[in-house]
T-cell receptor, first 112, second 113 residues
Framework: DQQVKQNSPSLSVQEGRISILNCDYTNSMFDYFLWYKKYPAEGPTFLISISSIKDKNEDGRFTVFLNKSAKHLSLHIVPSQPGDSAVYFCAASLFGNEKLTFGTGTRLTIIP | KAGVTQTPRYLIKTRGQQVTLSCSPISGHRSVSWYQQTPGQGLQFLFEYFSETQRNKGNFPGRFSGRQFSNSRSEMNVSTLELGDSALYLC????????????FGQGTRLTVV
């Protein structure tokens, strides 16, 4: 049972435009969400996170939005740059529980 | 500050063998988690250790085990290897068990033939 879902396995975006990556979850007890970025042959690197008490968190070009009623979060990258081409994973956790539940990832390709 | 170090980077084993993977967390981090990444399955949680104690375990068979040493280094062992165990095994460390920001190593690519 996939509790965290990323329904788009891949996404292509023109350089300079906005990239929007989506993530849905089924467990309403999740209260902390994270986005990781992964290049080939490297481990995932932390990008940005959001607690369930917020609906938006921004860090530079990256903004994460959380819609708790829809059990949906999204990552916006503006403007998109070629170095953003990677696989993006969303993850969720229960406060006090160390386990991260990951989605299957979305491969983002930025077209120059 | 050195990052999370996993050894070896690549490993080829035959079915039925056992394997031990090693993870050295970031200095000062006491929590170490292990994940398995396979195509189409994303990253799946194996187990998590804090202060030498396993605090959480994922849905993997008993062939998968781990331990953590007093210096926070961790090892993961897989016995009686199966072809389906071929995957990228990732280790993540954090200061505290709450995974508000876990730092990952580069992983060990295990191929079972």
């Amino acid at each position: 049972d996939q509790q965290v879902k990323q329904n788009s396995p891949s996404l292509s975006v023109q350089e300079g435009r906005i990239s929007i990556l989506n993530c849905d979850y089924t467990n309403s007890m999740f209260d902390y969400f994270l986005w990781y970025k992964k290049y080939p042959a490297e481990g995932p690197t932390f990008l940005i996170s959001i607690s369930s008490i917020k609906d938006k968190n921004e860090d530079g070009r990256f903004t994460v939005f959380l819609n708790k009623s829809a059990k949906h979060l999204s990552l916006h990258i503006v403007p998109s740059q070629p170095g953003d081409s990677a696989v993006y994973f969303c993850a969720a956790s229960l406060f006090g529980n160390e386990k991260l539940t990951f989605g299957t990832g979305t491969r983002l390709t930025i077209i120059p | 500050k050195a990052g999370v170090t996993q050894t070896p980077r690549y490993l080829i084993k035959t079915r039925g063998q056992q394997v031990t993977l090693s993870c050295s967390p970031i200095s000062g981090h006491r929590s170490v988690s292990w994940y398995q990444q396979t195509p189409g399955q994303g990253l799946q949680f194996l187990f998590e250790y804090f202060s030498e104690t396993q605090r959480n375990k994922g849905n993997f068979p008993g062939r998968f085990s781990g331990r953590q040493f007093s210096n926070s280094r961790s090892e993961m062992n897989v016995s009686t290897l199966e072809l389906g165990d071929s995957a990228l095994y990732l280790c993540a460390s954090s200061e505290q068990p709450l995974n508000t920001e876990a730092f990952f190593g580069q992983g060990t690519r295990l191929t079972v033939v």
